[in-house]
Protein backbone atom coordinates (compact mmCIF):
# COMPACT_ATOMS: atom_id res chain seq x y z
CA UNK A 1 0.00 0.00 0.00
CA UNK A 2 1.33 3.41 -0.48
CA UNK A 3 1.84 6.19 2.39
CA UNK A 4 -0.44 7.87 0.06
CA UNK A 5 -3.31 5.50 0.56
CA UNK A 6 -2.54 5.08 4.17
CA UNK A 7 -3.36 8.95 4.75
CA UNK A 8 -6.44 9.06 2.73
CA UNK A 9 -7.67 6.05 4.71
CA UNK A 10 -7.28 7.80 7.90
CA UNK A 11 -8.71 10.72 7.09
CA UNK A 12 -11.53 8.15 6.34
CA UNK A 13 -11.27 6.86 9.28
CA UNK A 14 -10.98 3.52 8.52
CA UNK A 15 -6.77 2.84 8.51
CA UNK A 16 -6.37 -0.71 7.29
CA UNK A 17 -4.67 -2.38 10.52
CA UNK A 18 -2.25 -4.58 8.37
CA UNK A 19 -0.26 -3.17 5.26
CA UNK A 20 2.95 -3.20 3.70
CA UNK A 21 4.95 -0.53 2.51
CA UNK A 22 7.75 -0.82 0.10
CA UNK A 23 10.31 2.46 -0.57
CA UNK A 24 13.24 4.24 0.51
CA UNK A 25 14.80 4.77 3.73
CA UNK A 26 15.39 8.55 4.14
CA UNK A 27 16.44 8.38 7.99
CA UNK A 28 17.37 6.18 10.13
CA UNK A 29 17.67 6.55 14.12
CA UNK A 30 18.99 4.12 16.44
CA UNK A 31 17.67 4.39 20.11
CA UNK A 32 19.29 1.80 22.88
CA UNK A 33 16.90 -0.88 21.91
CA UNK A 34 14.29 0.21 18.96
CA UNK A 35 15.31 2.12 15.75
CA UNK A 36 13.29 4.15 13.77
CA UNK A 37 13.52 4.81 9.88
CA UNK A 38 11.76 7.10 8.10
CA UNK A 39 10.72 5.18 4.61
CA UNK A 40 9.21 7.12 1.53
CA UNK A 41 7.77 5.67 -1.22
CA UNK A 42 7.53 8.49 -3.50
CA UNK A 43 3.34 8.60 -3.52
CA UNK A 44 3.51 11.74 -1.44
CA UNK A 45 5.76 14.27 0.70
CA UNK A 46 4.98 12.67 4.49
CA UNK A 47 7.45 10.21 5.34
CA UNK A 48 5.81 7.22 7.05
CA UNK A 49 7.55 6.67 10.38
CA UNK A 50 8.63 2.49 10.68
CA UNK A 51 9.17 1.13 14.32
CA UNK A 52 11.57 -1.29 14.64
CA UNK A 53 11.27 -3.93 17.61
CA UNK A 54 14.38 -6.10 19.01
CA UNK A 55 11.95 -8.55 19.21
CA UNK A 56 11.81 -8.76 14.50
CA UNK A 57 13.52 -12.05 13.70
CA UNK A 58 16.76 -10.17 11.98
CA UNK A 59 16.30 -7.23 14.10
CA UNK A 60 20.38 -6.74 13.71
CA UNK A 61 20.61 -7.32 10.17
CA UNK A 62 18.14 -4.41 9.54
CA UNK A 63 18.96 -2.40 12.08
CA UNK A 64 22.78 -2.34 10.33
CA UNK A 65 21.63 -2.18 6.72
CA UNK A 66 18.82 0.19 7.48
CA UNK A 67 20.96 3.51 6.08
CA UNK A 68 19.76 6.41 4.07
CA UNK A 69 18.82 5.50 0.72
CA UNK A 70 18.36 1.84 1.35
CA UNK A 71 15.06 0.05 -0.40
CA UNK A 72 12.87 -1.89 2.13
CA UNK A 73 9.58 -3.91 2.16
CA UNK A 74 7.81 -3.22 5.71
CA UNK A 75 4.54 -5.07 6.78
CA UNK A 76 3.20 -4.57 10.03
CA UNK A 77 0.59 -2.74 11.60
CA UNK A 78 -0.59 0.61 11.98
CA UNK A 79 -0.57 2.58 15.07
CA UNK A 80 -1.45 6.06 16.37
CA UNK A 81 1.99 7.58 17.19
CA UNK A 82 3.28 8.53 20.36
CA UNK A 83 6.07 10.79 18.80
CA UNK A 84 5.08 14.78 17.88
CA UNK A 85 4.60 16.07 14.31
CA UNK A 86 2.85 12.46 13.00
CA UNK A 87 -0.23 10.71 13.47
CA UNK A 88 0.55 7.19 12.64
CA UNK A 89 3.56 4.93 12.35
CA UNK A 90 4.09 1.51 11.30
CA UNK A 91 4.82 -1.07 13.72
CA UNK A 92 7.00 -3.25 12.08
CA UNK A 93 6.34 -7.37 12.37
CA UNK A 94 8.56 -8.29 8.86
CA UNK A 95 11.18 -6.29 6.90
CA UNK A 96 12.96 -7.55 3.95
CA UNK A 97 16.10 -4.99 2.91
CA UNK A 98 16.11 -4.99 -1.04
CA UNK A 99 19.02 -3.32 -1.43
CA UNK A 100 21.44 -1.36 0.81
CA UNK A 101 23.00 1.95 0.40
CA UNK A 102 26.51 2.45 1.55
CA UNK A 103 26.26 5.98 3.62
CA UNK A 104 29.80 6.49 2.81
CA UNK A 105 29.01 6.76 -0.77
CA UNK A 106 25.26 7.60 -1.31
CA UNK A 107 25.04 11.53 -2.30
CA UNK A 108 21.52 11.75 -0.55
CA UNK A 109 22.72 12.28 2.96
CA UNK A 110 20.00 14.49 5.38
CA UNK A 111 20.87 17.89 4.45
CA UNK A 112 19.73 20.56 2.08
CA UNK A 113 21.05 20.49 -1.40
CA UNK A 114 21.70 22.76 -4.17
CA UNK A 115 19.84 22.55 -7.03
CA UNK A 116 22.98 22.50 -8.92
CA UNK A 117 24.41 19.46 -7.15
CA UNK A 118 21.39 17.59 -7.52
CA UNK A 119 21.35 18.48 -11.23
CA UNK A 120 24.87 16.53 -11.06
CA UNK A 121 22.91 13.17 -10.09
CA UNK A 122 19.84 13.39 -12.28
CA UNK A 123 19.59 9.75 -11.42
CA UNK A 124 19.07 10.27 -7.40
CA UNK A 125 17.47 13.78 -7.60
CA UNK A 126 13.89 12.20 -8.01
CA UNK A 127 13.90 10.60 -4.42
CA UNK A 128 14.10 14.42 -2.65
CA UNK A 129 11.34 15.97 -1.80
CA UNK A 130 11.46 19.18 -3.89
CA UNK A 131 12.03 17.14 -6.78
CA UNK A 132 9.19 14.48 -6.17
CA UNK A 133 6.66 17.23 -5.33
CA UNK A 134 7.52 18.56 -8.91
CA UNK A 135 7.30 15.31 -10.36
CA UNK A 136 4.22 14.73 -8.78
CA UNK A 137 2.47 18.20 -9.61
CA UNK A 138 3.85 17.54 -13.24
CA UNK A 139 1.80 14.68 -13.33
CA UNK A 140 -0.86 16.74 -11.95
CA UNK A 141 -0.87 19.08 -14.79
CA UNK A 142 -1.08 16.28 -17.56
CA UNK A 143 -3.61 14.80 -16.28
CA UNK A 144 -5.39 17.54 -15.63
CA UNK A 145 -4.91 19.20 -19.08
CA UNK A 146 -6.28 15.86 -20.98
CA UNK A 147 -9.28 16.13 -18.43
CA UNK A 148 -9.91 19.65 -20.04
CA UNK A 149 -9.68 18.65 -23.66
CA UNK A 150 -11.58 15.47 -23.20
CA UNK A 151 -14.38 17.02 -21.17
CA UNK A 152 -14.86 19.62 -24.10
CA UNK A 153 -14.68 16.91 -27.03
CA UNK A 154 -11.10 17.65 -28.10
CA UNK A 155 -9.63 14.73 -29.80
CA UNK A 156 -6.13 13.85 -28.41
CA UNK A 157 -3.72 13.52 -31.78
CA UNK A 158 -0.57 12.24 -32.13
CA UNK A 159 2.12 14.35 -34.59
CA UNK A 160 5.39 13.30 -35.58
CA UNK A 161 8.55 13.73 -33.89
CA UNK A 162 10.20 13.56 -37.22
CA UNK A 163 9.41 16.22 -39.55
CA UNK A 164 10.03 17.56 -42.88
CA UNK A 165 9.03 21.47 -42.09
CA UNK A 166 10.09 24.07 -39.68
CA UNK A 167 6.48 24.99 -38.51
CA UNK A 168 8.16 27.95 -36.92
CA UNK A 169 10.44 28.89 -39.66
CA UNK A 170 13.08 29.99 -36.86
CA UNK A 171 15.63 27.42 -38.39
CA UNK A 172 15.96 25.91 -35.23
CA UNK A 173 16.03 22.09 -35.93
CA UNK A 174 18.19 19.40 -35.11
CA UNK A 175 18.82 17.31 -38.34
CA UNK A 176 17.53 13.61 -38.25
CA UNK A 177 20.25 11.65 -40.35
CA UNK A 178 21.45 8.01 -39.90
CA UNK A 179 24.71 9.04 -42.52
CA UNK A 180 28.05 8.15 -41.32
CA UNK A 181 28.96 11.26 -40.48
CA UNK A 182 32.66 10.46 -40.98
CA UNK A 183 31.58 10.02 -45.11
CA UNK A 184 28.86 12.44 -46.26
CA UNK A 185 27.98 11.52 -49.10
CA UNK A 186 28.21 15.30 -52.10
CA UNK A 187 26.73 16.02 -54.77
CA UNK A 188 28.92 18.93 -56.08
CA UNK A 189 28.37 21.44 -52.69
CA UNK A 190 25.29 19.95 -51.37
CA UNK A 191 24.79 16.54 -49.39
CA UNK A 192 23.01 14.05 -51.19
CA UNK A 193 19.83 13.04 -48.89
CA UNK A 194 18.57 10.71 -51.40
CA UNK A 195 21.42 8.32 -49.80
CA UNK A 196 19.64 9.49 -46.44
CA UNK A 197 17.18 7.34 -44.52
CA UNK A 198 14.28 9.08 -45.73
CA UNK A 199 15.56 9.95 -49.10
CA UNK A 200 15.33 13.73 -47.66
CA UNK A 201 16.13 16.05 -45.19
CA UNK A 202 14.23 15.45 -41.71
CA UNK A 203 14.41 17.35 -38.74
CA UNK A 204 13.27 16.51 -35.02
CA UNK A 205 9.79 18.67 -34.77
CA UNK A 206 9.49 22.45 -33.00
CA UNK A 207 6.10 22.21 -33.57
CA UNK A 208 3.41 19.61 -34.08
CA UNK A 209 1.08 22.88 -35.10
CA UNK A 210 0.43 21.84 -38.86
CA UNK A 211 -0.14 18.70 -38.57
CA UNK A 212 -2.83 19.54 -36.07
CA UNK A 213 -3.99 21.98 -38.21
CA UNK A 214 -4.67 19.06 -40.60
CA UNK A 215 -6.48 17.00 -37.93
CA UNK A 216 -8.31 20.29 -37.12
CA UNK A 217 -10.33 20.06 -40.52
CA UNK A 218 -11.52 16.76 -40.25
CA UNK A 219 -12.24 16.45 -36.42
CA UNK A 220 -12.48 20.65 -35.41
CA UNK A 221 -11.13 20.72 -32.04
CA UNK A 222 -7.87 18.83 -31.60
CA UNK A 223 -4.95 19.04 -29.51
CA UNK A 224 -1.42 17.45 -29.24
CA UNK A 225 0.62 16.78 -26.06
CA UNK A 226 4.40 15.74 -26.68
CA UNK A 227 7.78 16.27 -27.18
CA UNK A 228 9.28 18.92 -29.27
CA UNK A 229 13.12 19.95 -29.93
CA UNK A 230 14.77 23.24 -30.46
CA UNK A 231 18.49 24.24 -31.53
CA UNK A 232 18.12 27.14 -30.21
CA UNK A 233 21.25 28.51 -28.22
CA UNK A 234 19.51 30.05 -24.75
CA UNK A 235 21.14 28.63 -22.11
CA UNK A 236 18.52 30.58 -20.20
CA UNK A 237 16.76 29.29 -16.81
CA UNK A 238 13.04 29.34 -19.21
CA UNK A 239 14.72 27.15 -22.07
CA UNK A 240 15.13 23.55 -22.96
CA UNK A 241 16.11 22.12 -26.51
CA UNK A 242 13.87 19.07 -25.57
CA UNK A 243 10.60 20.15 -24.23
CA UNK A 244 7.35 19.28 -23.83
CA UNK A 245 4.06 21.10 -26.15
CA UNK A 246 0.45 21.04 -25.78
CA UNK A 247 -1.53 22.22 -28.92
CA UNK A 248 -4.93 22.93 -29.11
CA UNK A 249 -5.92 23.97 -32.69
CA UNK A 250 -10.29 24.65 -33.33
CA UNK A 251 -11.52 24.61 -36.77
CA UNK A 252 -14.79 27.58 -37.01
CA UNK A 253 -12.62 29.86 -34.15
CA UNK A 254 -10.80 32.91 -34.30
CA UNK A 255 -8.50 34.78 -31.82
CA UNK A 256 -11.17 35.83 -29.50
CA UNK A 257 -12.23 32.07 -29.07
CA UNK A 258 -8.87 31.23 -28.70
CA UNK A 259 -7.56 33.62 -26.15
CA UNK A 260 -11.14 32.36 -24.32
CA UNK A 261 -10.03 29.36 -24.57
CA UNK A 262 -6.16 29.59 -22.81
CA UNK A 263 -7.69 31.39 -20.45
CA UNK A 264 -9.72 28.43 -19.28
CA UNK A 265 -7.43 26.17 -20.23
CA UNK A 266 -4.91 27.71 -17.19
CA UNK A 267 -7.48 28.50 -14.90
CA UNK A 268 -8.96 24.97 -14.96
CA UNK A 269 -5.17 23.63 -14.48
CA UNK A 270 -4.36 25.64 -11.67
CA UNK A 271 -7.95 24.75 -10.15
CA UNK A 272 -7.42 20.89 -10.77
CA UNK A 273 -3.50 20.74 -9.04
CA UNK A 274 -4.88 23.05 -6.06
CA UNK A 275 -7.27 20.22 -5.70
CA UNK A 276 -5.45 16.72 -6.68
CA UNK A 277 -2.01 18.12 -4.67
CA UNK A 278 -2.57 20.53 -1.63
CA UNK A 279 0.34 19.62 0.06
CA UNK A 280 2.96 19.47 -2.22
CA UNK A 281 1.45 23.29 -2.88
CA UNK A 282 1.82 24.16 0.40
CA UNK A 283 5.45 22.61 0.67
CA UNK A 284 6.08 24.53 -2.51
CA UNK A 285 4.76 27.92 -1.17
CA UNK A 286 6.78 27.17 2.14
CA UNK A 287 9.93 26.10 0.49
CA UNK A 288 10.42 27.26 -3.12
CA UNK A 289 8.18 30.56 -3.39
CA UNK A 290 6.22 31.96 -0.92
CA UNK A 291 3.82 33.69 -3.71
CA UNK A 292 2.86 29.90 -5.31
CA UNK A 293 -0.75 30.23 -3.85
CA UNK A 294 -1.55 33.49 -3.92
CA UNK A 295 -0.50 33.11 -7.92
CA UNK A 296 -2.71 30.05 -7.98
CA UNK A 297 -5.50 31.35 -6.72
CA UNK A 298 -5.06 34.83 -8.47
CA UNK A 299 -5.09 33.01 -12.15
CA UNK A 300 -8.25 31.02 -10.91
CA UNK A 301 -10.60 34.33 -9.46
CA UNK A 302 -9.04 37.17 -12.15
CA UNK A 303 -9.77 37.80 -15.72
CA UNK A 304 -6.34 37.85 -17.94
CA UNK A 305 -5.45 41.33 -18.90
CA UNK A 306 -5.82 42.00 -22.49
CA UNK A 307 -4.31 44.17 -24.41
CA UNK A 308 -2.35 44.69 -28.02
CA UNK A 309 1.10 44.97 -28.99
CA UNK A 310 0.88 48.28 -29.40
CA UNK A 311 -0.98 49.15 -26.46
CA UNK A 312 1.67 47.23 -24.87
CA UNK A 313 4.36 49.37 -26.60
CA UNK A 314 3.25 52.51 -24.84
CA UNK A 315 2.87 50.90 -21.50
CA UNK A 316 6.32 50.33 -21.55
CA UNK A 317 7.28 53.43 -23.09
CA UNK A 318 5.49 54.77 -19.99
CA UNK A 319 6.87 52.66 -17.43
CA UNK A 320 9.12 54.80 -15.51
CA UNK A 321 12.26 52.27 -15.67
CA UNK A 322 15.33 51.51 -17.89
CA UNK A 323 15.03 48.32 -19.90
CA UNK A 324 18.54 46.86 -21.15
CA UNK A 325 17.02 46.15 -24.18
CA UNK A 326 15.57 48.50 -26.30
CA UNK A 327 11.29 49.25 -26.45
CA UNK A 328 9.78 49.99 -30.07
CA UNK A 329 7.20 49.54 -32.14
CA UNK A 330 8.36 46.43 -34.41
CA UNK A 331 10.76 45.08 -32.12
CA UNK A 332 10.11 41.90 -30.46
CA UNK A 333 9.22 41.78 -27.14
CA UNK A 334 11.83 40.57 -24.40
CA UNK A 335 11.33 38.87 -21.22
CA UNK A 336 11.89 42.00 -19.35
CA UNK A 337 9.28 43.36 -20.94
CA UNK A 338 7.02 40.32 -20.99
CA UNK A 339 7.55 40.29 -16.94
CA UNK A 340 7.61 44.06 -16.43
CA UNK A 341 3.60 43.80 -18.06
CA UNK A 342 2.76 40.77 -16.76
CA UNK A 343 4.48 41.18 -13.14
CA UNK A 344 4.47 44.70 -12.12
CA UNK A 345 2.17 46.66 -14.15
CA UNK A 346 -0.77 44.29 -14.27
CA UNK A 347 0.12 41.87 -11.51
CA UNK A 348 -1.81 39.27 -13.37
CA UNK A 349 -1.42 37.16 -16.39
CA UNK A 350 -1.48 39.36 -19.90
CA UNK A 351 -2.62 38.34 -23.14
CA UNK A 352 -0.60 40.71 -25.88
CA UNK A 353 -1.82 40.38 -29.51
CA UNK A 354 -1.59 41.62 -32.92
CA UNK A 355 1.89 41.74 -33.26
CA UNK A 356 3.48 43.46 -35.76
CA UNK A 357 3.99 40.52 -38.75
CA UNK A 358 7.64 40.79 -39.45
CA UNK A 359 8.22 39.42 -36.10
CA UNK A 360 6.30 36.67 -36.25
CA UNK A 361 5.67 33.33 -38.42
CA UNK A 362 4.03 33.74 -41.75
CA UNK A 363 0.98 31.04 -40.95
CA UNK A 364 -0.68 34.00 -38.94
CA UNK A 365 -3.60 35.63 -40.13
CA UNK A 366 -2.86 39.18 -41.13
CA UNK A 367 -4.82 42.05 -39.79
CA UNK A 368 -7.19 44.25 -41.70
CA UNK A 369 -4.52 47.03 -40.63
CA UNK A 370 -2.17 45.38 -43.30
CA UNK A 371 0.82 45.39 -40.58
CA UNK A 372 -0.18 43.24 -37.34
CA UNK A 373 -1.04 39.25 -37.64
CA UNK A 374 -4.11 37.83 -35.43
CA UNK A 375 -1.05 36.57 -32.85
CA UNK A 376 -1.43 36.12 -29.14
CA UNK A 377 0.71 35.63 -26.33
CA UNK A 378 -0.24 35.11 -22.67
CA UNK A 379 2.47 36.89 -20.76
CA UNK A 380 2.95 35.10 -16.96
CA UNK A 381 4.09 36.91 -13.79
CA UNK A 382 7.94 35.47 -13.35
CA UNK A 383 7.98 33.49 -16.42
CA UNK A 384 6.95 36.29 -19.28
CA UNK A 385 5.63 33.82 -22.55
CA UNK A 386 4.09 30.63 -21.36
CA UNK A 387 1.71 30.60 -24.42
CA UNK A 388 1.66 31.27 -28.35
CA UNK A 389 -0.56 31.19 -30.63
CA UNK A 390 -2.50 32.91 -33.49
CA UNK A 391 -5.45 32.63 -35.63
CA UNK A 392 -4.14 30.78 -38.82
CA UNK A 393 -3.97 32.64 -42.16
CA UNK A 394 -7.09 30.92 -43.91
CA UNK A 395 -6.57 32.22 -47.17
CA UNK A 396 -5.15 30.88 -49.69
CA UNK A 397 -3.67 33.74 -52.25
CA UNK A 398 -2.42 35.59 -48.83
CA UNK A 399 -1.26 32.64 -47.62
CA UNK A 400 1.14 31.70 -50.18
CA UNK A 401 2.24 35.32 -50.58
CA UNK A 402 3.23 35.07 -46.85
CA UNK A 403 4.80 32.11 -47.40
CA UNK A 404 6.99 33.58 -50.47
CA UNK A 405 7.63 36.89 -48.17
CA UNK A 406 9.41 34.55 -45.15
CA UNK A 407 11.50 33.45 -48.36
CA UNK A 408 9.46 30.02 -48.18
CA UNK A 409 8.73 27.96 -51.17
CA UNK A 410 5.22 27.19 -51.67
CA UNK A 411 6.02 23.99 -53.00
CA UNK A 412 7.56 22.56 -49.60
CA UNK A 413 3.96 23.37 -48.51
CA UNK A 414 1.96 22.13 -51.16
CA UNK A 415 -0.27 20.01 -48.44
CA UNK A 416 -0.57 22.95 -46.09
CA UNK A 417 -1.94 25.13 -48.84
CA UNK A 418 -4.59 22.59 -49.90
CA UNK A 419 -6.32 22.32 -46.95
CA UNK A 420 -7.37 26.42 -47.56
CA UNK A 421 -7.66 25.01 -51.12
CA UNK A 422 -10.63 22.17 -50.26
CA UNK A 423 -13.25 23.25 -47.53
CA UNK A 424 -11.35 26.24 -45.77
CA UNK A 425 -12.19 27.74 -42.80
CA UNK A 426 -11.34 29.77 -40.09
CA UNK A 427 -8.85 28.21 -37.44
CA UNK A 428 -6.91 29.01 -34.23
CA UNK A 429 -5.20 27.41 -31.85
CA UNK A 430 -2.09 27.93 -29.22
CA UNK A 431 1.36 26.05 -27.88
CA UNK A 432 1.81 25.86 -23.85
CA UNK A 433 5.50 25.20 -22.91
CA UNK A 434 4.20 22.59 -20.37
CA UNK A 435 8.05 23.28 -18.46
CA UNK A 436 7.04 26.64 -17.80
CA UNK A 437 3.60 25.44 -16.70
CA UNK A 438 4.84 23.54 -14.11
CA UNK A 439 7.63 26.45 -12.73
CA UNK A 440 5.34 28.70 -13.16
CA UNK A 441 3.00 26.32 -10.82
CA UNK A 442 5.55 25.01 -8.55
CA UNK A 443 7.50 28.66 -8.42
CA UNK A 444 10.80 26.24 -9.36
CA UNK A 445 13.03 28.98 -10.84
CA UNK A 446 15.10 27.01 -13.13
CA UNK A 447 13.15 24.81 -16.00
CA UNK A 448 15.92 22.10 -15.62
CA UNK A 449 14.40 20.81 -12.51
CA UNK A 450 10.48 20.80 -13.91
CA UNK A 451 12.02 18.11 -16.13
CA UNK A 452 13.17 14.74 -15.12
CA UNK A 453 16.09 14.73 -17.65
CA UNK A 454 16.64 17.63 -19.02
CA UNK A 455 18.45 18.85 -22.41
CA UNK A 456 20.23 22.14 -23.02
CA UNK A 457 23.30 23.35 -25.02
CA UNK A 458 25.84 21.09 -23.98
CA UNK A 459 24.30 18.91 -21.64
CA UNK A 460 22.67 15.75 -22.24
CA UNK A 461 23.22 13.72 -19.41
CA UNK A 462 21.61 10.14 -18.53
O1 LIG B 1 5.48 30.47 -29.20
P1 LIG B 1 5.87 29.14 -29.76
O2 LIG B 1 7.13 29.09 -30.56
O3 LIG B 1 4.62 28.68 -30.61
C1 LIG B 1 4.54 27.60 -31.43
O4 LIG B 1 5.37 26.73 -31.52
C2 LIG B 1 3.21 27.50 -32.13
N1 LIG B 1 3.37 26.55 -33.25
C3 LIG B 1 2.16 27.08 -31.16
C4 LIG B 1 0.80 26.98 -31.77
O5 LIG B 1 0.21 27.98 -32.11
N2 LIG B 1 0.27 25.77 -31.93
O6 LIG B 1 5.98 28.07 -28.59
C5 LIG B 1 4.88 27.83 -27.74
C6 LIG B 1 5.32 27.82 -26.29
C7 LIG B 1 5.95 29.11 -25.80
O7 LIG B 1 4.96 30.05 -25.44
C8 LIG B 1 6.75 28.63 -24.60
O8 LIG B 1 5.93 28.51 -23.46
C9 LIG B 1 7.18 27.25 -25.04
O9 LIG B 1 6.34 26.85 -26.08
N3 LIG B 1 8.57 27.24 -25.50
C10 LIG B 1 9.60 26.70 -24.81
N4 LIG B 1 9.63 26.10 -23.61
C11 LIG B 1 10.82 25.66 -23.16
N5 LIG B 1 11.97 25.77 -23.87
C12 LIG B 1 11.98 26.37 -25.08
N6 LIG B 1 13.12 26.45 -25.78
C13 LIG B 1 10.75 26.87 -25.61
N7 LIG B 1 10.39 27.49 -26.75
C14 LIG B 1 9.06 27.70 -26.67
MG1 LIG C 1 6.24 32.38 -29.10
Redesign the pocket.
Known amino acids: MTTRRIAELLRSGQPEEVVTVQGWVRTKRELKDFAFAEVNDGSCLANLQVVINPDLQNYAEVARKLNTGASVEVAGVLVPSLGRGQRIELKAQSIIVWGEADPETYPLQKKRHSFEFLRTIGHLRSRTNTLSAVFRVRNACANAIHQFFQQRGFLWIHTPIITTSD ?2 GAGELFNVTSLDLKQVPFTKEQVDYSKDFFGRPTYLT ?2 G ?1 ME ?1 EIMAMAFGNVYTFGP ?1 F ?1 A ?1 N ?1 NTS ?4 E ?1 W ?1 V ?1 P ?1 MAFCDLEGDMDLAEAFLKHIFQTVLESCPEDMEFFNQRIDQSVLETAHNIIDHQFERLTYTEAVAQLEKANRRFEFPVQWGLDLQSEHERYLAEELFKKPVIVTNYPTEIK ?1 FYMRLSEDGKTVRAM ?1 VLAPKIG ?6 QREERLDILEQRIRTAGLDPKDYWWYLDLRRYGTVPHA ?5 F ?2 LVQFMTGMSN ?1 RDVIPFPRTPLSAEL
Not at 429 to 433: A, D, P, T
Request: negative net charge; charged residues 30%; hydrophobic residues 35%.
Open positions: CEVSQATRESRHLAFMEEADEIIGGSGFGLGERI
